[in-house]
């Protein structure tokens, strides 16, 4: 499903280059599980949004579903990741004049989707996420936890083949970081590809694999919970 062959990131601000991401190879099933760990300025969330199509790797080339991703406008960026990607972030990034149904049924009036199929997706999305009894509430009446299950329901609104989640339980206690986690985890069941950048070692074993990173290079790539099973 992704490729990404020899990427190369640059960042060059008036008188520093920093190479946030230095020939990284990578091949992602669809289906999988993938989490990204590594110390703070390893090149994640650079990595994260090359893969989520926000930003355009300096050299190398990324396929996704085979189309060329590498080279593409912002525009051209845009029109890619509708419908294919949906983000998750720390901080769930709602906006608080909204209500919980008016956030989730933002992405899909932003791709135009008829009146009636966006409220029918919208109830969906949320009693899938156990949280449509909230519908009509202001994200600042949620507990965090809750926050982020209605940011999650915001980025399945369109049904999307990968979820991008930066830190996702990176602003919660244990217990909804936990949920959270379940929540990932049974969309991934169901077929959802997920990329979660995350400090958590814990959070990260929910993954079937670990790629992690250093100073913008992968230093492992191994299976998760391969030892588990013989604790
Ligand atoms: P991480 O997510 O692992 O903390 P980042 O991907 O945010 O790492 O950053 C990787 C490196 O690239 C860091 O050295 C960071 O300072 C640098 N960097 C990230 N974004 C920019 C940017 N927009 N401009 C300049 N440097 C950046
Ligand atoms: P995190 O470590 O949680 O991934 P950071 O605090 O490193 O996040 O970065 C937050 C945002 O700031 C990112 O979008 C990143 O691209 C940008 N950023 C990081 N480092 C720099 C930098 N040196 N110059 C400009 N922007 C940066």
Redesign the pocket.
Known sequence: MIRLQNINKI?R?SDIE?KALNDINIHIAKGEFISIMGP??CG???LL?TLGMLDSPSSGEYFFDDIPIHGLSERQLAQQRKGKVGFIF?SFNLIDELSVADNVELPLLYQKIGVKERKMRVTEVLEQLNIGHRASHMPQQLSGGQQQRVAIARALSTSPDVIMA??PT?NLDSKNGDEVMTMLSELNKIGTTIMM?THSPYHAEYADRIIQLFDGQVVSQNKAKVDVSHA
Request: aromatic share 8%; hydrophobic share 5%.
């Open positions: 960042y601000t920093t703070s300025g994640k969330s650079t949004n720390q930066d830190e990176g950048v």
